[in-house]
């Protein structure tokens, strides 16, 4: 059985702004996806399906290297 999501937000990738709280991080519409991780490190994911769920905790979505769409931040309980 999967916990309840208690919080989620709409993410618009950005290059400056990391995210107000981390998260796992769902793609509505796939395609490339650069990520940074709470630990600090960046990663790429490439061909990213729709509907896709990124289960590491993601401080930052960059604009640059991202294609995705349709990203939503989310935490459970």
């Known amino acids: 059985m999967r916990a309840i999501t208690d919080y989620g937000v709409v993410v618009t ?8 709280k981390p998260g796992a991080l769902f793609v ?3 395609g490339t996806l650069k990520v940074k991780t709470v630990s ?4 790429t994911f490439g061909s990213v399906p729709d509907g896709y ?3 590491c905790e ?6 640059t290297g991202t294609s995705a769409t ?4 989310y935490r459970d309980k």
């Open 13 to 20: 990738p950005s290059d400056t702004v990391e995210l107000v």
């Open 28 to 30: 509505g519409t796939g």
């Open 40 to 43: 600090g490190d960046d990663l």
């Open 53 to 55: 769920e990124v289960k």
């Open 58 to 63: 993601v401080i930052q979505v960059y604009a």
């Open 70 to 73: 349709n990203l939503v931040l």
